[in-house]
Each structure stands twice: as structure tokens, then as C-alpha cells.
């Protein structure tokens, strides 16, 4: 995460000086966290009477100072960073009236300076007197999660499903963790790695109420996201008839991007392609996309397939765009799985994990060059290319008298097959989906 913030304009001090300020109660749902009491509260004459911070989710963060001093304080900083964060938020507090008692408030405005949701944020004071002596506080830390709302949550193996207190019961929890369990197992078997420790799913109740949560921008048609520093995955799922399906859709989807996260470390997560991190997430889906199946054959068809290398970075903001290139993405890595198997999906990680190019990748993992396996899938998805694999592999003297021998047979089933195999335009209507 390196959302890049500027920070002094993202504050409003309230600053009384020699007088208790009475903080106000928190705002609706709002967490405060007071100092630890065994930190050290007082050096150098200078105490900390109150050190405490709350955050209303995406509105401010206020963090509340209470000191005095022997000889008159001089200066107070305000530190802060969100985990991951490279930069560190810091205030110098005016104080223009100089006291042996300062009492303070710096609100962060997190509407507008934004903190990355469900993050650990640490945060410290510096306090210097006109002595000259200073006091710096022991580093503390809050997480920033989502208090708009209540959340319940249900736990096992590691994970912790949350979802909205009211929207869903003992059932829909258990059915999200179990989906979850059994995503990590088969995720885990491929990739030979391990979830993040803890993993936490956060399930919302509308994709409005989740939007808030998420770090994207004009994608309105987003229904998941994951936080793969984090350990965190956030999706909208209402408890209405389904949402198993969409917990099968998403879950997995989400899970993927964190346990590749793991695999390949963070500074090797930048190197995986999108095809490739976005094709695992999109062929680990336990329910597929129906739609997906849909505008890859019309793309193939009118010769739209989106070029491979135009995947190698974050897709397309664009809702049709997007579609084609999870759908390219999710058969792209099914048919890798079936050419070169999960030896191949771990081979190729392990390329980009070194820090491969897209295209050099594709030949250090599968020994084959980038415009091969862009070639060699395109000619899968051709409803011709059975047979001309089989023609390749058999030989013509053996194909011809099975064709044969098929076209002897009334033809029913070939066709008919197919076109069930395609999903209609209604099932294909669904356009959520998870990024
Ligand atoms: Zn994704």
C-alpha cells in the first residue's frame, strides 16, 4: 500500500491550553483507544495524562493529547503510519500560547485524505518542553476497520469470517467459512504455499455499503476486493436466495490473490502479470462465470480476443473490457493447468517472483515463447481444435476412419451439446464480479 496523502492539509487541531477539553463522545460505531497503561507516561518531567485516538471509518481519525510539564511545552509532533505505509504522516501542533498544560485534539480528515481500510495504523507523540527535555511516546497502534457498522463473526483454521450484524445468521457464516476452508485446502495443494495468518473475510451486505471499504475508483461493478497486505478480503454478498453462489464466486477468487501474495512475497507480487494473478483468481472460482464463457466466444468469433500482452498489466476500468480480460485471464490459466499442470502454474510463478518480464516468464516457466502460448490457447478455444490436437498427435490414417465412423452415426448430440454448454443471455446477465 502507498497511497500517497498529503498531510498537513488532512488536519484540524482543537488545541486548549491549561483547560481539560471534555473530548466529545465517538461518533456512532466509533472505536477509542486509550494508552497502554504500562507504557511509560512520564520522562524527562514531561507527563502524558491522556493518549488516545478514535476513528469514525472513512469520515476522520482523532487523536487526543493530554500532558504537563514542569517547565512550559514548547512543541508537540504528531506521528503516523498505516502498516506497509512507506511515508509517515506527522503535525507539528502549534501551541501559541505556551502552558505547563496542554490539551489537545488533531482530527484527520479521512474523507478526504483517505487511510487504507482495515489497516494497522501506529502512532506516536513527541513532546519537548522549554527546558529542552522531550518526551517521546512508546509507539502505538489502532486498526482502522470499518465501524459504520456492527459485524459479527464466526472463526476456524485461521479464519475469520465477519459479516453485518443483521444481514445473514449462524448458517450464512458457516457456509462462507466452509467455502473458504476448502479454497485455502485446493489453493494451498497448487501453489504449494500457505494463507496468510490470520485471513479475514469481511462480508458486506450491498455493494454500496462496501464501496466505502475499498481502494478502488470508478469500478461501480465491483463486488470484491482483496487486501493481500493485509490478510483481508471484503465482498458484498446480501443474504438473499444465492448467496452461496456468490460466496463461491468470490470467495475463492479473493483468497487466491492473498495466497499468491504470500507465495511469491510482496516485492514478487508486482512482477505477476494481471493475466496471470487475475486467470488463477478467475479458474479458482468454485461456481464459473457464466458470462465469462459468453463474451470469450463472441470475442473469439469476431476476432476481439483482447491480445495477451495488453493483459500483462491492471485491466481496464471499463465494465466490457474488464469482462473479456477476466474471462481471456480464466481460460488462459485453465488451459496452461491442462497443457502443463500445476507444475507449470508454480513454475511460472517462480519465474515472476524473480522478477521475469511478462514475456520472459512464459518461456523461463513453460518453455514455450510468450506468442506460442497466446497462439497455442487461442487455437483451443476453436470448437475445431480436438481434432486437429488429435490429427497432431495420431495421425491421419487413424482419425479418418473414426470420422468415419461418426458421421455413419445420426447426428444429434454434437451441436445440441454445445449450445448448452453456452450459457443464455439471461444467465449471463450478471455483471457484479470481484477484481
Ligand atoms: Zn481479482
Redesign the pocket.
Known amino acids: 500500500m502507498s497511497t500517497a496523502r498529503t498531510c498537513s492539509a488532512g488536519f484540524t487541531l482543537v488545541l486548549v491550553v491549561s483547560l481539560l477539553v471534555l473530548v466529545p463522545p465517538a461518533a456512532a460505531g466509533g472505536i477509542r483507544a486509550i494508552a497502554d497503561a504500562n507504557a511509560p507516561s512520564s520522562a524527562n518531567g514531561i507527563r502524558v495524562i491522556e493518549n488516545s485516538v478514535e476513528h469514525s471509518f472513512a469520515q476522520h481519525v482523532t487523536f487526543t493529547l493530554e500532558a504537563s510539564s514542569d517547565a512550559e511545552i514548547s512543541e508537540v509532533y504528531l506521528f503516523f503510519r498505516a502498516i506497509h505505509d512507506e511515508a509517515t504522516e506527522k503535525k507539528r501542533v502549534s501551541l501559541e500560547d505556551p502552558s505547563q498544560d496542554v490539551s489537545l485534539e488533531v482530527r484527520h480528515d479521512a474523507m478526504r485524505y483517505p487511510l487504507p481500510p482495515f489497516a494497522e495504523i501506529t502512532y506516536w507523540w513527541q513532546i519537548t518542553n522549554a527546558a529542552g527535555q522531550e518526551l517521546k511516546t512508546p509507539p502505538q497502534q489502532f486498526t482502522y476497520h470499518d465501524n459504520r457498522f456492527s459485524w459479527d463473526r464466526l472463526s476456524g483454521d485461521g479464519i475469520t469470517i465477519h459479516w453485518m450484524t443483521g444481514d445473514g445468521d449462524p448458517a450464512f457464516a458457516q457456509t462462507a467459512l466452509d467455502i473458504a476452508r476448502a479454497s485455502v485446502r485446493d489453493i494451498e495443494a497448487e501453489l504449494r504455499g500457505s494463507k496468510p495468518d490470520p485471513l479475514e473475510v469481511f462480508i458486506y451486505d450491498s455493494e454500496a455499503n462496501l464501496q466505502g471499504a475499498m481502494v478502488l475508483t470508478g469500478r461501480d461493478w465491483v463486488a ?3 487486501r493481500p497486505e493485509l490478510g483481508v478480503v471484503v465482498v458484498a454478498v446480501p443474504e438473499a436466495q444465492g448467496y452461496t453462489s456468490r460466496m463461491k464466486r468470490y470467495l475463492p ?2 483468497i ?2 492473498l495466497l499468491l501474495y504470500e507465495l511469491v512475497t510482496p516485492n514478487g507480487y508486482t512482477y505477476v502479470p494481471t493475466w496471470l ?2 486467470g488463477l ?2 479458474a479458482n472460482e468454485r461456481l464459473p462465470t457464466p458470462e465469462y464463457a459468453l463474451v470469450l466466444e463472441k470475442a473469439r468469433r469476431a476476432g476481439e480476443l483482447i491480445p495477451l500482452e495488453d493483459l500483462c498489466v491492471p485491466f481496464s476500468p471499463d465494465a466490457q473490457t474488464a469482462t473479456l480480460s ?1 474471462a481471456q485471464s480464466g481460460s488462459l490459466v485453465s488451459f496452461i493447468r491442462e497443457e502443463h499442470g500445476a507444475q507449470g502454474i508454480r513454475q511460472l510463478l517462480a519465474a515472476y517472483a524473480d522478477g521475469a518480464s511478462c514475456k520472459s516468464g512464459v518461456e523461463e516457466g513453460l518453455g514455450v515463447t510468450f506468442r506460442e502460448l497466446e497462439a497455442d490457447w487461442q487455437m483451443s478455444l476453436n470448437p475445431d481444435s480436438g481434432w486437429r490436437t488429435l490429427l497432431d498427435k495420431v495421425g491421419l490414417w487413424i482419425v479418418v476412419p473414426i470420422i468415419g465412423l461418426l458421421l455413419a452415426v445420426p447426428m444429434m448430440g454434437g451441436l445440441r451439446r454445445r449450445s448448452k454448454e453456452l450459457p443464455t443471455e439471461g444467465e449471463g446477465a450478471e455483471l457484479k464480479r ?2
Open positions: 470484491g476486493q482483496a477468487h479473493e487466491t490473490h494473478n487475475e483468481a478467475t477476466y470481484v477484481s
